[in-house]
């Protein structure tokens, strides 16, 4: 895949998400539906591999760049991550003043919530590839709960999935 594409395509991705992972639905639609560069064990992967190190939660896409064009479109996803963080401070400095505006607040609600829900709409289908069996939903609901309702880091809870699951196959007979 040509890189200036990846790069168009992760860019649009940041662009119109709030948050690191609410660019999934996105990066989903348009590299596993759309172009059809990755599948959906390779996106998982890529989620995996950038969520497992430390920095932020988008960082995923420098990832699926690479798998969509190697060296070339890891580079093309980092530039995708970074740009953002450039287009945003001029702006910050435009909306600065209607910050409290009613309608602004309002209408970043009501993109946050949709965020959300095309997070959901395409984790499910994720969810469908990697939850094969019932002990990996055991240890993805184990998971959620302890990053939901405790303190504990992230790094923690997915060593401890990974070698609670790797305990799983040397194990089994």
Same mark, same amino acid.
């Given at each position: 895949?040509? +890189?200036?594409?990846v790069y168009l395509l992760l860019l649009k991705a940041n662009l119109i998400s709030f948050s690191g992972l609410?660019?999934?639905?996105?990066?989903?639609?348009?590299?596993?539906?759309?172009? $059809?560069?990755?599948?959906? @064990?390779?996106?998982?992967?890529?989620?995996?591999?950038? @969520?497992?190190?430390?920095? +932020?939660?988008?960082?995923?896409?420098?990832?699926?760049?690479?798998?969509?064009?190697?060296?070339?479109?890891?580079?093309?996803?980092?530039?995708?991550?970074?740009?953002?963080?450039?287009?945003?401070? +001029?702006?910050? $400095? *435009?909306?600065?003043?209607?910050?409290?505006?009613? $309608?602004?607040?309002?209408?970043?609600?009501?993109?946050?919530?949709?965020?959300?829900?095309? /997070? /959901?709409?395409?984790?499910?289908?994720?969810?469908?590839?990697? *939850? !094969?069996?019932?002990?990996?939903?055991?240890?993805?609901?184990?998971?959620?709960? /302890?990053?939901?309702? !405790?303190?504990?880091? !992230?790094l923690w809870v997915i060593l401890a999935a990974a070698a609670v699951g790797a305990g799983s196959v040397w194990m089994m007979p």
């Amino acid at each position: 895949m040509n +890189p200036l594409l990846v790069y168009l395509l992760l860019l649009k991705a940041n662009l119109i998400s709030f948050s690191g992972l609410a660019s999934l639905p996105i990066v989903h639609a348009d590299f596993v539906q759309q172009h $059809r560069v990755l599948t959906e @064990r390779q996106l998982n992967t890529a989620v995996a591999a950038g @969520r497992s190190g430390p920095g +932020p939660a988008g960082i995923y896409i420098v990832s699926v760049g690479y798998r969509a064009a190697g060296v070339p479109g890891a580079l093309a996803g980092y530039l995708a991550v970074i740009t953002p963080a450039f287009l945003v401070i +001029p702006l910050l $400095r *435009l909306l600065h003043q209607r910050a409290s505006h009613p $309608r602004l607040r309002s209408a970043i609600r009501a993109i946050l919530l949709s965020a959300a829900g095309l /997070l /959901l709409s395409a984790s499910i289908p994720l969810g469908r590839d990697a *939850l !094969t069996g019932w002990f990996a939903v055991a240890i993805a609901a184990g998971s959620f709960a /302890l990053l939901s309702f !405790t303190k504990v880091e !992230t790094l923690w809870v997915i060593l401890a999935a990974a070698a609670v699951g790797a305990g799983s196959v040397w194990m089994m007979p």
